[in-house]
Each structure stands twice: as C-alpha cells, then as structure tokens.
C-alpha cells in the first residue's frame, strides 16, 4: 500500500533563504506524486505534479521537485522564500489501488513560515 | 470560473443535530470526494464517488452519508453531529481517467463546530 512521510510538521525560513520540504513515499508500482499548497482558511491548491518523464518537475509560485526513485523521495525546493510562500504544504501519491478513481494518501503536512 | 463550490462556508450545530454540506462542481468531473481536516492529520478521506451512482467509503466514514446527486453535486450528510465532528471539511473533485495522474481541485471548505 502507498503511504506518504512528509519529515517535519514546521519549517521555519527567513524571506530570501532556500526553501526546502521533505517528503518520502512507499509504493509498490511507479508513483504519481503530488504536492499542494493551502494557504490560511483556503483550500488545497496544486502546486506541481510528477507522473513520468522528468525527474525534475516545475511548479508554480517558483517552486521544482525532485523525484529520486532510489530514496524514495520527492522534495519540494524554491531558491529564495517570499514571505507570501508562508502556509501550509501537501504531499501526497496516488491510490494506485483505485484505477477509476485519482485518490490520493496524503502526507500529515508543513507548515512554512517565513521570517522576514 | 466557479470550479468546486462548498456551502455553507461556517456552520455551528449542536450535538445530536443533522446537517448536509453541499458540494458542486462545473469542471464535469468523473470523481468527487470528501475529506476532513484536523491539526496535526493532513487530510482523511470520508467517502468519494468515482463516477455518477457510485459512492464508496474511505478511511474515516463512520457518522457519516453521502449522496452522489448528478455528475455535479456529491453531498455530505452528518445525521446526529457529534464534538469528535468538528473539523474542516473539503469537497474535491477530479477527471479520473487512466492512468490514475490527474490532479484534485478543492473547494473552499466548510468550518462545523458542534457544541
């Protein structure tokens, strides 16, 4: 079964500083991954999404992922923090059990803030 | 652009009352899904409904309806609201084609207190 550790419930970073998020996954068959982003009292946005191909993935607001099959991991990264990047983000991987549906087994979350 | 529309945005009940929480989407969306979120949990998923007739449970169902209305409307019913309810719930919903990539849009989500 696929499962999602995101290292870290706070970051804390100053406005300017390399943002870094962690997350690791287990899945049994090649994972689609996913990161989102909620900011206060919003829901989940898509920040960027990893199916296959590049391992390198851009998202929005400024934001890449890495996917490394050999660690498992899939951590999110922007070179320089903004204090707007200050809330809450999501890994998540696909259900890969439910092929007629895009469930998702989500990560506990990071809460980013940005000190200025 | 409307996307995933949840109603109510707030709502304060008192235990052992009954409310639905509406949830719409304009994307004609396959899939819909209910999820709650507490401090420190991420999000548990309740119920979704793959397609229109289907709704299926998730990890935390218990104390908890839904009702797939049309391709559009997925609603969730609380039948006798309890404190360990209160929470944020989220509606999404998703084009769910194979393979199994495509991403979740969210609504707003509902804030339920219940006293």
């Known amino acids: 079964a696929q499962s999602v550790t995101q290292l870290g419930s706070h970051v804390s970073v100053s406005e300017g500083a390399l943002v870094l998020l962690r997350c690791n996954y287990s899945?049994?068959?090649?994972?689609?991954l996913f990161w989102y982003v909620q900011y206060p009292n919003q829901g989940l946005q898509l920040l960027l999404k990893y199916t296959t191909g590049a391992t390198l993935v851009k998202g929005i607001n400024g934001f890449e992922a890495e996917f490394k099959k050999s660690e498992t991991s899939f951590h999110l990264t922007k070179p320089s923090a903004h204090m707007s990047d200050a809330a809450e983000y999501f890994c998540a991987v696909s259900d890969t059990g439910s092929s007629n549906t895009d469930k998702l087994i989500f990560g506990q979350g990071t809460t980013l803030q940005v000190k200025p | 652009n409307a996307g995933v529309t949840q109603t109510p945005k707030f709502q304060v009940l008192k235990t052992g009352q009954s409310m639905t929480l509406q949830c719409a989407q304009d994307m004609n969306h396959n899939s819909m899904y209910w999820y709650r979120q507490d401090p420190g949990m991420g999000l548990r998923l309740i119920y979704y409904?793959?397609?229109?007739?289907?709704?299926d449970k998730g990890e935390v169902p218990n104390g908890y309806n839904v009702s797939r209305l049309n391709k559009r409307e997925f609603s969730l019913r609380l039948e006798s609201a309890a404190p360990s309810q209160t929470s944020v719930y989220f509606c999404?919903?998703?084009?769910?084609?194979?393979?199994?990539?495509?991403?979740?849009?969210f609504g707003d989500g509902t804030r339920l207190s219940i006293l």
């Open positions: 409904s793959a397609s229109e007739g289907t709704t």
């Open positions: 899945s049994s068959v090649p994972p689609y």
């Open positions: 999404a919903s998703s084009r769910a084609q194979a393979p199994p990539n495509q991403p979740q849009h």
